[in-house]
Structures are given as C-alpha cells and as structure tokens.
C-alpha cells in the first residue's frame, strides 16, 4: 500500500493539480463494477453493489471503514443503505437530519465535509471516543444539484485526509450519482413496462404451448394440406374449404369449383327454409343451398347428380358438404366434389372415410387460428415496445421497421428456417430496448459522447438482451441483441466476439442497422446515398462486417426507397 505522505509527495496537494489519470482510473474502476460485477436491472444484487461502492470509497482513501447514506425524501434526512465495516456510524439503516454531525452537514451544505483531531469539524459527534482519527463525508450529487445521498469513510487512526483523497472521493460521489440514476431508470422501467411484459410473458406462454400441442402449421398449410390429402386419399380434385368469420362464410381454399365458391368469396348465411321456393337451376347454387343446410342442420348433405348449366372448366358432379368442427364447435363446412362423367358416384365407404378424415381437419385449424391470433397479438406488442423507444429517440422513427425489411432480405438470401427468420425479426425489432434505460442526458445528448457516457451507451446491448432472456419466446433472440454491436475483425463489443463467433443474426443486425444509420438523415447530418452507403459497407466487409452478410444485402431491392428521409436512426 503507498504510504499517504509518499502519495503526498507524488502526486502535489492542490486539487487542481490532482492528475486527471487519477480520475479517469476511478471511473474505469467504477464502470468495471457495473458491467463485471453487476447488472443493472439485477436489482437482487443491488445491496452488494452498493457495498462494493463503499469498499472502493474505504479502499482510494485507505480509510479503515465507510458508509452509503441515500436521502430520505420524507424525513429530510439521510440514512445509511451500506456500510463496508459495521461500525456504529456505519451501521446500515443509521440516520442523520440535514446538519446532524459531518454526513449531515455534507447533505446540507453539498460540500466535502472534513473532520481530522488537528482541525476538527464543528458538527463532529464523538459517539465512540477514539474510534475515529479523521472522517470525510462527500456529497453524491450532479454538481450544483441537491445532493441524493452521502458517501462517508473514516479513519481510525489520526492521519488527517490528503487533499487528493478528498478529491477522489468527491469525484465518486459525482460517479456514483450517475450510476444511481441508471439504477433508478431501470427500476422505473421495471413497474412502466410490467404490464407490457406480463402480457407478453403470457402471449409467449400460449405461444410455446400451441407450439408443443402440434408442428407449428398456419391455417393455410392445413387448407393446402386438407386439399392435397384429398387428391391423394380419394382421387378428387374439387374441393373447398370455409370457415365462418363472424357472420359471414369465407372460402378460404378452393380447387375445382364453381366462380361464387372461388377462394376468398364470401357466401351468404340464409336462414332455413328461405328460398325454399325458388327453383334452383344451377350446380353452383345448389352447393351454396346445400351449404346452408348443412350448417344449419350441423350434418353432411349429399347432392343428386347435377351440372348441365355450367361451362365446362366449371361442370362437376356429385358432392357432399361436411360440416367441419372443432369439438362442438362448428367452424364452418367442406365441399367435396366429383368430375361431371355422372357415372361417378360417392358410395357409402367412401363418405364415412371423407367423414373421420374431415373430422380430424377441426382442431388442427382451430390450434392453428388461437396461434396465428396469438402471434399478431404479441407481434402488436412488440412494436408497441420497439415504436416506444423510437418515440424517445425520435431520431429513429421507422428505423426497427426497415431493419426488419432490411434483414428479412438476407435471412431469406442465406436460407435461414421461417423460425430463425421470425426470430432475427423480433431481434431487429427490439434490437435497442436496452436503451430505455439509458438517462435522457446521454440518449439525446446532442454532442459527441464522453468515454464515460459511451460507457453507459455501450451498455444497452447487454441489457436489452438480459430483458429478452426473461420472456420465453423472445429467448432466442437475446444473442442477437447482445452481439448486435460486434465486429467481424473482432473490435466491437460487448464481448470482442470475432468472425463466426458472433451469432449471424447478430452479423446480420450489425450490416443493416449501420446502413441504416448512413442512409438516413440526422439532425446534425445528411443521409448518404444507397450507393454510397452500400459502398461504404463493401469498403468495410472483412473488417466491420461478415462479408457474406454484406454480399447477401447488395441486391436488395432499394427502387421503392427514397436516398434518404427525414427519419433516421441513431447509431446504437
Ligand atoms: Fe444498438
Ligand atoms: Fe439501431
């Protein structure tokens, strides 16, 4: 340990000519704290850390012990949150008034107060005699600002605090404040977000479900399927498939079938018994009464043989119509029928196969609807999420949204699975929530960043990726997040992954979000062309960027976009 009196010597007595190294040294040891030690929103650890920032207040002053006092709105004072050695003034949960002995005084005045035995503090309360040589209180506070909390170490033999340990410690608190704010954000974000992420939570959950109960299926792969199975089970060729939506019957696959049953027509509900007068001339009319009756009386109805009146791309023979379900549910019905040659017939086996195959479709379709009504809803919530960060950084508005595009392009380019391409999506919709619990002050900090306010910046990867690793089914896309900042060359970070380390959802995020950055415009600066932008990440493929990912993006279809626009993105 170096002696005071050689650290005297060394490094001068006036505080303006305490080194700067000095200071940058106590930041890195600080910021070392927050990214290695402690997660910011890990608000479980968050006595431990305050304890470690009182161990490194005792360590830079070689004081003996110390204290964290946080301010306590209601009482006006301050109270002791943690402590590195349990001595009675440092006893967590001890209070002082604004003015009560040396931290008191430190809370008033918002300056360092002092207390040595050759000059002792006016406010100095001797509680134990002759357990403190010298003490020193700093206040935490942004500098002019009412101090929030008190940092406090003491000596037990007398050595009197050197000018440049007052210094440093004044320096800390002024670390520290910064960091509680960082802390207090996240907390915040925590109880703003809770109802936002419980649904989501709850979303994913359904969603991870849907996904155990059959093979991930939309509604219409089974049509499809449905129709397919038909051809290959039975030999026909003409059918349809309609659901009901609301009141209405919606055709939602068609094969072979007449115009007004055509996919996407919607048909009428009649009710029983209307039009039962009419005569009824056509095919086409005749499925849409036998539709009806169908799904009024909830049972199969056969035709007689029919088809005369129509063209003959549109003549068919005998049909049934099944009723479709999903227990008792009645989703809406099948139409199966046979080519115009009237010799064939459905027989009896043949209907009671069709009856079980259709009655296996029901649920199948009705899984795949909750799942596709399940996906939209989180799909809405996470753009609620990714369009509220843009609203705070309203230099990114649309950014998420044409990365998505962006990315989908190159996913689609390097065959990545419709899952991977789901999950890079939500990776590039979300890749910056992090920064929601970034301060104001250096989100929207109009100049260049400090080294210390980057440090903070650098933060939101890891911290948008710990939020996803939370919600079930945006797990996957935490890695992307957290590497989205990386470097093909090994020189980004969070963790100076290089190469094919980096997971390529994360080298994809890198190449389109800093394309991104240089098309669009910024207050401060002008969009670069699409050609000079794509230029740039040529000049930069093999350093910055994965080259393949780079190559994947060039024939990207930019016609439809202008050079640059008013929105733009920020470069985290
Ligand atoms: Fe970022
Ligand atoms: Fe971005």
Redesign the pocket.
């Known amino acids: 340990m170096v002696r005071a009196e050689e650290k005297r010597g060394r490094i001068g007595e006036s505080v303006s000519g305490l080194p700067t190294r000095h200071e940058l040294l106590l930041y890195r040891r600080v910021i070392k704290l927050v990214n290695e030690d402690f997660h910011v929103d890990d608000l479980a650890r968050l006595p431990e850390f305050y304890r470690h920032l009182v161990g490194l207040a005792v360590e830079i002053t070689e004081s003996s012990g110390g204290s964290l006092f946080f301010s306590e709105m209601n009482r006006g004072g301050i109270i002791s949150i943690a402590a590195y050695e349990k001595e009675d003034i440092a006893v967590p949960g001890r209070r002082f008034r604004a003015g009560e002995g040396v931290a008191g005084e430190a809370f008033q005045s918002g300056r360092v107060e002092v207390h040595s035995p050759d000059k002792p503090h006016p406010k100095f309360v001797t509680l134990s005699s002759g357990k403190y040589g010298a003490l020193m209180a700093a206040p935490i506070a942004v500098p002019g600002q009412k101090p929030e909390g008190i940092l406090c170490v003491y000596r037990r033999d007398p050595e009197p605090y050197t000018v440049v340990e007052i210094s440093l410690l004044e320096t800390l608190g002024k670390i520290i404040v910064s960091i509680l704010r960082l802390v207090r954000l996240s907390h915040d974000l925590a109880d703003s977000n809770r109802h936002l992420l419980d649904s989501l939570e709850c979303s994913g959950a359904l969603y991870s479900l849907s996904l155990k109960v059959g093979d991930r299926r939309s509604v219409s792969e089974i049509l499809q399927e449905v129709v397919v199975s038909f051809s290959r089970l039975f030999g026909i060729e003409r059918v349809a498939v309609l659901l009901k939506r609301g009141d209405h019957l919606v055709v939602e696959i068609a094969e072979g079938l007449p115009e007004r049953l055509g996919a996407g027509k919607v048909v009428p509900l009649e009710a029983a018994g209307e039009k039962a007068e009419s005569r009824i001339r056509t095919t086409e009319s005749k499925i849409l009464r036998a539709i009806n009756t169908c799904l009024t009386e909830r049972r199969p109805i056969f035709s007689e043989h029919t088809g005369d009146t129509l063209t003959p791309s549109r003549r068919i023979g005998d049909f049934v119509v099944f009723p479709l379900f999903s227990g008792r549910t009645l989703l809406g019905c099948v139409v199966v029928a046979h080519g115009p040659a009237a010799s064939i017939q459905f027989d009896e086996k043949e209907i009671d196969s069709m009856k079980e195959f259709v009655s296996g479709i029901g649920l199948s379709i009705e899984q795949a609807r909750a799942l596709e009504i399940n996906e939209r809803a989180y799909r809405a919530a996470i753009r609620a999420i990714a369009d509220s960060l843009e609203t705070r950084d309203q230099d990114s508005k649309g950014h998420s949204a044409r990365l998505v595009r962006y990315a989908n392009h190159i996913a689609e380019r390097l065959g990545f699975s419709p899952k991977d391409r789901r999950t890079l999506e939500f990776a590039c919709l979300l890749?910056?929530v992090g920064?929601l619990v970034i301060q104001d002050q250096i989100l929207l900090k109009p100049k260049k960043l400090t080294d210390s306010e980057m440090e903070i910046m650098k933060k939101?990867?890891e911290i948008g990726a710990t939020m996803l690793e939370r919600i079930e089914f945006l797990r996957d896309a935490a890695p992307i997040v957290r590497h989205?900042?990386e470097r093909w060359d090994g020189n980004g970070y969070p963790a100076g992954l290089a190469g094919e380390e980096i997971p390529l959802g994360a080298r994809i995020l890198a190449v389109v979000?800093a394309f991104d950055a240089m098309n669009q415009t910024r207050p401060y600066s002008q969009g670069r062309k699409v050609e000079e932008a794509l230029e740039e990440l040529r000049r930069c493929a093999g350093s910055h960027f994965d080259p393949r990912v780079v190559e994947a993006f060039l024939d990207y279809p930019f016609e439809d976009l202008p050079n640059s626009s008013s929105d733009s993105s920020s470069l985290?």
């Open positions: 890749h910056d920064k939101h990867a989205h900042h979000d985290f």
